[in-house]
């Protein structure tokens, strides 16, 4: 670039030079021919704006060859191809540092997809072999054809369709297409169903479950069917890791036009390690026994809202607190 802005004021010189010899052979003064140091200058100009066009051309032809050529391994299917950043113009330097940020966004995406692919089979695997193994049996005329039998069978194909809904409902939500119906809704109706719909299997583990809500709730403009499903996944996690003799407590208070809900448990709680990774696919503790898809459905239903979730625990053996956020109307509208 230097040498091209060389050349340029050099040209730019000369031209100024011819210009005032032609208006000076114009107005008669001597001479019929352009003079020594306009033609030599003519030459000089000519090769300084080769020399530098030619180094400009090399600098940039260099680098965009080795981009093309990367390119084309990417899209064979190579996602470990990289290319220098340091060569070239500044323009050709963001261009290879963008390219490199974007194979390995791509790269890290194909993890993901060849994870995810994983842990579905994997969760796929178990029911789909449970009732194999029960039909071939039932068949065999190993176990009876009662109706303990074939509801046991019923039991895991309702695992498979839970498991199915579950993918479909996260990869709608990643995609940004969750279509939610939002109406004014008082969620301490919301919280009072959900508790109540859960109080059985709490009683079951021998886990208490409570709600503190605030008096003075407002009126929000949410999908209710969806912010039942995330505090029924909060609250099926948080019992079922949950001692006998422990207790879960469901917290809603006012945060100005919105509200901040907190599920609290004095459970086996989550090892730092583990915090920064709890909302992940399938992610699972020691000791679990779900599908490990609750709280991924939960993250992505409470920011399709708008809202932000977290979880936070002092330790294994501590509890867990696991807190959304759901903005007022004017927040949502905004």
């Known amino acids: 670039m230097v040498g091209l802005f060389i050349s340029f004021v050099l040209f730019v010189g000369l031209l100024v030079g011819i210009v005032a010899w032609v208006v000076g052979q114009v107005l008669g003064a001597a001479g ?14 000519t090769l300084v704006g080769s020399i530098a ?17 990367a390119t084309e391994r990417v899209a064979a299917g190579d996602h470990s191809v990289r290319v220098r950043e340091g060569h070239g113009p500044r323009s050709v330097r963001r261009m290879a540092a963008a390219f490199n940020q974007m194979v390995e966004r791509l790269q890290g995406a194909e993890r993901q997809r060849r994870a995810l692919l994983a842990d579905v089979t994997h969760e796929l695997r178990t029911p789909l072999t449970v009732i194999q193994t029960e039909l071939e049996a039932l068949l065999d005329g190993v176990h009876p054809r009662d109706d303990e039998r074939i509801g046991g069978l019923l039991d895991e194909t309702r695992v498979l369709s839970r498991l199915v809904d579950d993918l479909r409902t996260l990869s709608v939500a990643d995609a940004g297409a969750l279509e939610l119906h939002r109406e004014p809704t008082d969620l301490k109706d919301v919280a009072d169903d959900v508790l109540a719909s859960h109080r059985a299997a709490a009683e079951a583990g021998h886990v ?20 039942r499903q995330i505090l029924s996944n909060l609250l099926d996690n948080a019992i079922r890791h949950t001692p006998a003799g422990g207790s879960v407590t469901v917290v809603v208070e006012r945060a100005g036009d919105g509200v901040v809900v907190s599920v609290r448990d004095s459970g086996s709680g989550i090892a730092a390690e583990d915090l920064p990774r709890v909302f992940e696919r399938f992610a699972k503790g020691s000791g679990s026994h779900g599908s490990g898809l609750g709280l991924a459905i939960a993250r992505g239903l409470v920011r399709a809202h708008g809202g932000e979730i977290q979880a936070t625990s002092q330790g294994p053996g501590q509890g867990t607190i696991v807190r959304f956020t759901l903005p007022g109307l004017s927040e949502s509208a905004s």
């Open 208 to 227: 208490r479950i409570a709600a503190d809500l605030d008096a003075d709730l407002p009126q929000l403009e949410i999908d209710p069917v969806r912010v």
């Open 32 to 45: 019929s021919f352009l003079p020594a140091w306009v033609v030599l200058g003519i030459v000089l100009a």
């Open 53 to 69: 066009s030619g180094r400009a051309l090399r600098r940039v032809a260099g680098p965009l060859a080795e981009m093309m050529a």
